[in-house]
């Protein structure tokens, strides 16, 4: 069985950094894709940071470029996401997920079908 959990979210202020980690479990980590999502109140889910397992390719949503940071560690089948800089906008739900997907469309949720069940990120202004 596929679980995602993730974990390292809060609350922290306009500027500040949180990592948020997603420990993986119940099928080959290394063959898969795994991509950080958002939902902020009132909106619709939309990718943020993905990573290739098997090469390690990245891939990040304009909005998050050069502030946050997606990594990988094989060897703990976790993934984490680094934010920096944050900007009360990117309050949220972040969702991670997984799936054997094509690296280049990895930032678009319908290609998913295992999810993690959230955890908030809110930074206030």
Known sequence: EVQLVESGGGLVE????????CAASGFTFDDYVIGWFRQAPGKGREGVACISNSDGSTYYADSV???????????KNTVYLQ????KPEDTAI??????????????????????????QVTVSS
């Open 65 to 75: 470029k050069g502030r946050f940071t997606i990594s990988s560690d094989n060897a």
């Open 14 to 21: 306009a500027g500040g950094s949180l990592r948020l980690s």
């Open 94 to 119: 972040y969702y991670c997920a997984t799936d054997p997907v094509n690296s280049p469309l990895c930032l678009l949720p319908y290609e998913y079908d295992y999810w993690g069940q959230g955890i």
């Open 83 to 86: 934010m920096n800089s944050l």
